[in-house]
């Protein structure tokens, strides 16, 4: 078999392959290996790890604040004479063992409590976000992997085609039969490609080490890669997964807590203004002396602080209320982010399940046929070698866009799943 029908078989070959890639997609078996990366970053995860010890640090503050603080236990020596250090020569000499309590203002402790809950709440529902969008990411960088896999090997694909444009080209040259810059344009072509297909394994490195580093292995361990991801689809109106948000979404369950906080918080600066309590016994060991038998003594104690340094406490109250103010602007530019978030999600998933339809049903074929038809009228004479060139290098770039639009689409959908918190 001579070059140029070795060369025109290997196309058509090339071509029927295109198409049998595009049909597999159909049949493309199941792959649990996304789910299992994900079970694995959401085990392993170091950042995910760090909250949830962050959440366990603010749930051991809860018992604390409703906690009254350790009672005092004191020892005297109470009316010695300096000179002598005798407790038997006066009256009112004596050893004092006296105990007390600090006794907040009744409510106190349970408004203490209550901003602790409500805080550890916060970091709880921080942590059920994390993991969302942990989930998000481990998607994003698998299917960047799968694309940069994918056009790995469509671009070697090609280059193998191009060497034997570029032997086609030579052998025509030789005898005549061709131009010089058949060659030189052939030969630009596979520099070309040559040039992206660096580009394309480099990117290829960098999207397996991400996807790694979020389920915590070595940056280069090897990653089971789906063929033929499917095409990207909604099944839930963009209406539900905006009204729906509000209740699954973690991050609003965290803004919530946040704004009862700032009311919990400003209960207690409200409370402040009230006085705290102490409660004390005493004791007191008396020995015999010249006016008495040395009887002991005992004592109550009962004091209350003043709180009539009402500035700080006002600043206290005003702190809560700043507090509170913030916290519902906030809620309401989260939920105008994520409505946003979900809207524009939503359409790019739209728009890229389109696109891949497009190239997968339209383009590709018809740059197929096209190629073909070039093919044809190479062999006999009526297409130039460039346009048969230009026709191969048509289709190859198709092919990468479709790529593109499914990978683009699955990142969209994993966006949009984490956005409205499915």
């Known amino acids: 078999m001579n070059m140029p029908i070795r060369f025109l078989v290997a196309l ?20 649990q ?8 970053a959401l085990a392993d995860n170091p950042e995910l790890k760090a909250a949830e010890a962050r959440l366990h640090l603010y749930e051991h503050k809860i018992i604390p604040a409703g906690s009254l603080n ?31 309590q600090d006794l907040p203002f009744p409510g106190k402790l349970a408004a203490r409590t209550e901003v602790a809950e409500l805080q550890a709440k916060w970091y709880q529902a921080l942590l059920a976000e994390q993991q969302l969008q942990l989930t998000r990411q481990v998607k994003e960088a698998y299917y960047s992997l799968v694309y940069a896999g994918r056009a790995v090997v469509i671009t070697e694909k090609n280059m193998k085609l191009l060497d034997d444009f570029i032997r086609l080209t030579e052998a025509n040259y030789e005898v005549g039969k061709g131009q010089q810059q058949d060659v030189l344009k052939a030969q630009v072509e596979r520099a070309k490609l040559l040039d992206r297909l660096y580009s394309l394994r480099q990117q290829r490195v960098t999207s397996l080490a991400a996807l790694n580093r979020l389920v915590n292995r070595p940056s280069a361990t090897a990653v089971a890669e789906v063929s033929d991801p499917a095409l990207a689809a ?23 807590s946040l704004i009862d906080r700032y009311q919990a918080q400003h209960k207690l600066a409200q409370l402040d203004y009230k006085p705290d309590f102490k409660v004390g016994l005493a004791y007191v060991f008396r020995e015999p002396n010249r006016a008495d038998s040395g009887t002991d003594f005992a004592g109550i104690e009962v004091a209350v602080n003043l709180p009539i340094f009402r500035d700080k406490r ?11 103010r ?8 989260f939920r105008n982010q994520v409505l946003f978030n979900i809207q524009d999600a939503y359409s790019q998933v739209q728009t890229s399940h389109d696109q891949a339809s497009l190239y997968k049903n339209g383009i590709i074929p018809q740059a197929g046929q096209a ?26 770039n198709f092919e990468l866009q479709y790529e593109k639009a499914v990978s683009d689409g699955q990142r969209s959908l994993a966006r949009l799943e984490a956005e409205s918190g499915l």
């Open 12 to 31: 058509l070959l090339f071509i029927s392959m295109a198409e049998y890639v595009l049909a597999a997609q159909e049949n493309a078996p199941s792959s």
């Open 33 to 40: 290996v996304l789910e299992e990366l994900i079970a694995m």
């Open 70 to 100: 350790d009672p005092s236990l004191s020892l005297s020596l109470s009316n010695y004479p300096v000179d002598t250090f005798a407790g038997n020569e006066y009256a009112m000499s004596g050893k004092v063992v006296k105990i007390s």
């Open 234 to 256: 909604i099944g839930t109106p963009l209406a539900d997964l905006q009204k729906n948000s509000e209740t699954l979404r973690p991050m609003y369950a965290a803004y919530r």
């Open 314 to 324: 006002s600043a206290g109250v005003a702190e809560a209320e700043e507090g509170g």
């Open 326 to 333: 913030m916290s519902l602007a906030q809620y309401d530019d």
């Open 371 to 396: 190629l073909e038809s070039a093919i044809n009228g190479y062999q006999v004479g009526k297409i130039p070698f460039l346009g048969l060139l230009d026709n191969l290098m048509t289709l190859y």
